[in-house]
């Protein structure tokens, strides 16, 4: 009798341990939060510079510092550009703006774009679409457009796993939307023209 009354919770152990099992051997996590998301994304736009172009300036007390305002909100529209060099200087030097916003160098003046949700930034942009981008270097994701131009290291980035591609995107839908029409590129032979 005493056997037949062991059975049931002898069972029970037995369900628990192999339900346990089962869990744990598929290796399979539960898929990431929003929130977890979005905090593991600006960990990774931190530490990956990306504030270091995509955020308009302002003086601190150690130098030029990530305005919080304009964050990531690429180069202001309108700003003009200080005359850059001539040209055999922008043909064999990169040459930053103040602001660290525009780049000049052989392929012309470039500008750092506009990461936040604005629609004149990244808003409306889909996972593939920042994909492309950022994985295949093209201009607003868009296949057939021209390449993202220098200095932005996207071939740096072509192996991030779709977990951090999928946090990058997340964090950079949440920002503050900040409206910045960045300007298109310069061509090298306008580069110099005061």
């Known amino acids: ?3 037949l009354a062991c059975i049931p919770a002898l069972m029970l152990v037995l369900g628990f341990i192999l ?3 089962n869990n744990n051997s598929t290796g399979l996590a539960s898929a990431p939060s929003k929130d977890s998301l979005i905090k593991r994304g600006a960990y990774l ?4 510079g990306c504030n270091d172009c995509h955020s308009p300036k302002k003086m601190g007390p150690n130098g030029p510092e990530p305005d919080p305002d304009r964050l990531l909100s690429g180069h202001p529209a309108g700003l003009p550009l200080p005359p850059a060099a001539d040209t055999t200087t922008s043909k064999n030097w990169l040459l930053f703006n103040p602001g660290v916003t525009a780049f000049v160098g052989p392929w012309g003046t470039s500008f ?3 990461l936040t949700s604005d629609p004149t930034g990244m808003g409306g942009w889909t996972i593939e679409r920042f994909s492309k981008a ?3 270097g093209k201009y607003n994701g868009i296949e ?3 390449a993202i131009l220098p200095p932005m290291p996207w071939p740096n980035y ?4 779709d977990q951090d591609l999928l946090a990058l995107f997340t964090y950079l839908q949440s920002t503050k939307p900040v409206k910045n029409l960045v300007p298109q590129p310069i061509p090298p032979g306008a580069v110099a023209k005061k």
């Not at 736009?45 to 990956?48: D, F, G, L, Q």
């Open 112 to 114: 750092a774009a506009n």
């Open 144 to 146: 057939g457009t021209r």
């Open 1 to 3: 009798m005493k056997k």
């Open 134 to 136: 950022l994985r295949e």
């Open 19 to 21: 339900f346990s099992c």
């Open 158 to 161: 072509t192996h991030v796993s």
């Open 45 to 48: 736009v931190t530490t990956m």
